[in-house]
């Protein structure tokens, strides 16, 4: 079938199931074509908890589906694949956050909204890379845990005058193998380019960063600024909206590798069959997703204050 037919049978179904479709900025560009909103999870979380759709399909991995249907209990939540799966996430369990736990009692957990539900579940906040500094001074507390990724964790301590942060040791892949080396090695090559990084990068990483921040925050500088060129340092979406929003400047993806597959997994094609089939419907415990919820919509508060 033509891109163009797909589209609009997907456009179709849209309407006749009141469905809407929520993007990852991550996912293949061609998502966008279809997708009713686009951006990084915190504004997709947003987007699920006011939307007044009967369906949402999200192209995006399962912990973003779970989250959509933590906030949206009585809608039908969609994921084209249950293999869209995020190694972060897995890196972390409901046991092993009970043990970590443990290990420091009586201090507040705040949760890296790439978690599984019963992650969520037991944690006293969630954050995103966009809101995590502000989350964590929220707490007033000179001590924080912060499950799962240790680097954006290391980050807002950095961030932050008088806390320390205590991580647990989980990362993104993607992220986490970006090395020194490749960042001086597209210096040498782009000198005149800023270094946007990611702050799910290791300290050494953003250490030589001209701007940290998510991927919304990232396209917003880049887009704010006066540099012609710019070397990015996360997954390969983001230079792939950057090329086509902002084709007066020049974009260099830090390397070949940083490309998350789980996010890549979706055409136009499964999107469609999602819409026509209600393939796949993600489900959260109403035990479980009623503690989770409580730990999202406090993030939501603290990023709305
Ligand atoms: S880029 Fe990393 S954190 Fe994001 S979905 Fe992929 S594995 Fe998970």
């Known amino acids: ?102 290990k420091y009692p009586d201090i507040p957990v705040v949760c890296y909204v790439n978690s599984a539900a019963e992650v969520k579940s037991e944690s006293d906040i969630c954050c995103t890379s966009a809101n995590a500094v502000n989350v964590v001074k929220s707490l007033n507390s000179p001590k924080v845990l912060f499950v799962p990724d240790k680097n954006l964790g290391s980050y807002v301590e950095s961030q932050l005058d008088g806390v320390e942060v205590i991580t647990y040791p989980g990362y993104c892949p993607i992220h986490h193998n970006i090395t020194v080396g490749d960042i001086k090695r597209q210096k040498i090559l782009h000198p005149d380019a800023g270094i946007m990084i990611h702050p799910e990068c290791t300290k050494e990483v953003t250490a030589l960063a001209d701007f940290v921040g998510s991927t919304t925050a990232i396209i917003k500088a880049v887009k704010e600024s006066s540099l012609k060129k710019f070397i990015i340092v996360t997954e390969k979406g983001v230079v792939d909206r950057l090329r086509r929003d902002c084709q007066d400047k020049e974009f260099v993806l830090i390397n070949d590798n940083a490309v998350c597959k789980s996010m890549k997994l979706f055409h136009l094609e499964d999107i469609y069959r999602s819409l026509l089939n209600n393939e796949y419907e993600v489900n959260v415990d109403e035990t479980i997703a009623q503690k989770a919820r409580f730990a999202i919509n406090r993030m939501i508060n603290v990023n709305a204050n």
């Open 1 to 102: 079938m033509e891109q163009k037919d797909l589209i609009s049978k997907i456009n179709n179904l849209k309407k006749e199931k009141n469905a809407i479709v929520l993007a990852h900025t991550y996912q293949n560009l061609e998502i966008d074509e279809i997708a009713d909103f686009s951006g990084d999870s915190l504004y997709l979380s947003r987007q699920a908890a006011k939307t007044d759709a009967d369906v949402i399909v999200f192209a995006g991995v399962y912990f973003m589906a779970e989250t959509a249907k933590i906030l949206s209990p009585q809608k039908k939540v969609l994921l084209p694949s249950l293999s869209a799966g995020c190694d972060m996430a897995d890196k972390i369990n409901l046991l092993q956050l009970r043990d970590f736990k443990s």
